[in-house]
């Protein structure tokens, strides 16, 4: 595989857009970026100059707080933007809202919206660069690359491990971009749930179903636990919470029929003694804080492979 020199796209749009040397190229982007965050200043000029504005209409607490120290680390001017405090709520659209940013001439806009597709759409007219830090149900590109970092960190390697993704598989963007990311990188996936919070054709996208988390976790490298995301659930999807935790919920016993060396993983926010049990979310398997610490890195590398081969940290 030849190894990349820099993105194909001025915008990240999701995983499906990338390919396996891209993959690699910010994998190894964000390695050198981690090396940033241990010096005394952690701050680089890399992106001096360039404007960054985020503009978020969900709520987020990782993931926005992790690109504002990325773009502050890189020496970006940044703008943060809400919902509640831009004229979306007296009813202006979302082209026109980004439409108005642009006239201040930002190089990169970081948008997480509810709607499956915003940052494809904000693409086709944009002159800044679109990064999408989450689209509905659709993708969230830098959590399956901090998720894969974090991975390769602790496993030396991608390709041929076994990882597991169980929980709620209907409503999850992680999901989505997890399992494009790690198909392509040669890794056996499998993904496990309820019925009801099963998407349709999902093994069409290569990956191993399964009702059964016993059969999911079993000999896998990793395990990554998915919240139940209640607030895009439009009916009665699981009889209780109960049920739902004796059946999917990820404890220290079901989690012995793993490899020794297993990871656990969880995007966050989790929900505890839901899908996963404390004991195994703060043992000695779990690696949630890395990811956190990863998100950094990654967004670091993202923003520096899209601001222009000109910039150099």
């Known amino acids: 595989m030849t190894a990349a020199v820099r993105l194909r796209s001025r915008h990240l749009l999701g995983i ?29 000029p890399a992106l001096r100059g360039r404007t960054v504005v985020n503009l978020f209409f969900e709520a987020s607490t990782r993931t926005r707080l992790s690109f504002e120290l990325a773009e502050k680390r890189l020496s970006a001017d940044t703008m943060g933007i809400t919902a509640a405090a831009s004229s979306v709520i007296k009813g202006e659209t979302l082209a026109d809202t980004v439409r108005t940013l642009e006239a201040m001439s930002p190089d990169i806009i970081v948008l997480r919206h509810p709607s499956s597709g915003a940052p494809h759409l904000l693409s086709t007219f944009c002159h800044s660069g679109i990064v999408n830090a989450g689209d509905g149900m659709h993708e969230h590109p830098t959590q399956a690359l901090l998720d894969a970092l974090t991975i390769r960190e602790r496993k030396g390697r ?14 999850s963007r992680v999901l989505r971009s997890n399992v494009l990311l790690l198909t392509k990188m040669g890794v056996e996936v499998r993904v496990c749930g309820p019925r009801t919070l099963m998407p349709l054709g999902l093994s069409a996208l290569g990956v191993h179903v399964t009702y059964s988390l016993d059969e999911a976790v079993k000999d896998a490298d990793v395990v990554m636990m998915l919240r139940l995301q209640h607030e895009r659930m439009n009916g009665m999807f699981l009889p209780s919470l109960r049920e739902y935790f004796t059946l999917f919920g990820l404890t220290r016993e079901r989690l012995k029929h793993a490899a020794p ?53």
Do not use: F
């Not at 060396?261 to 690696?287: K, L, T, W, Y």
């Not at 804080?289 to 899209?306: E, S, T």
């Open 261 to 313: 060396d297993v990871i656990v993983m969880h995007p966050g926010p989790m929900n505890r003694g839901v899908e996963i049990d404390s004991v195994v979310a703060d043992g000695p398997r779990s690696v949630i804080l890395d990811q956190v610490a990863n998100g950094v890195a990654v967004r670091m590398a993202v923003l520096y492979l899209l601001a222009g081969e000109d910039v150099t940290p």
């Open 158 to 171: 991608l390709a041929g491990l076994k990882v597991a993704i169980v929980g709620d598989l209907m409503h």
């Open 16 to 44: 499906s857009d990338l390919d396996p040397s891209e993959i690699e190229l910010i994998l190894d982007t964000a390695v050198a970026m981690k090396e940033i965050g241990t010096r005394t200043i952690k701050k680089v």
